[in-house]
Nanobody, 127 residues
Framework: QVQLVESGGGLVQAGDSLRLSCAASGRTFSTYIMAWFRQAPGKEREFVATIRSGGQIVYSDSVKGRFTISRDNAENTLWLQMNSLKPEDTAVYYC?????????????????????WGQGTQVTVSS
């Protein structure tokens, strides 16, 4: 069982940076696979990045080279550093976690494998 709370969203200009954080409760945070997803109005929720407890990372092609996902298991915190922000990055960003282990590695970019979600934080990037 884990509870997730995102923070750090806001209104910025194109080219600016933001750092999102996800504070997690629970004694077993280090065992969860963590991820960031985002959802813009009228669109499906899309994968952004995932990081496993051992540090293995996968990024969406749309954010690769601009965003960095990281975690601190001792602090029970997940981060998303977002640089060179674009208007198309505007969305509600969600922190997600899963303790499900019966999916293949490629499935952890799919939202249905995550069984815990935060409430989301709004990121708006003006042109």
């Amino acid at each position: 069982q884990v509870q997730l709370v995102e923070s750090g969203g806001g209104l910025v200009q194109a080219g600016d940076s933001l750092r999102l954080s996800c504070a997690a409760s629970g004694r077993t945070f280090s065992t969860y696979i963590m991820a960031w997803f985002r959802q813009a109005p009228g669109k499906e929720r899309e994968f952004v990045a995932t990081i496993r407890s051992g540090g293995q990372i996968v990024y969406s092609d749309s954010v690769k080279g601009r965003f960095t996902i990281s975690r601190d298991n001792a602090e029970n915190t997940l981060w998303l550093q977002m640089n060179s922000l674009k208007p198309e990055d505007t969305a509600v960003y969600y922190c997600a976690a899963t303790d499900l282990r019966y999916y293949s590695g490629s499935r952890y970019v799919t939202q249905r494998v995550y069984n815990y979600w935060g409430q989301g934080t709004q990121v708006t990037v003006s042109s």
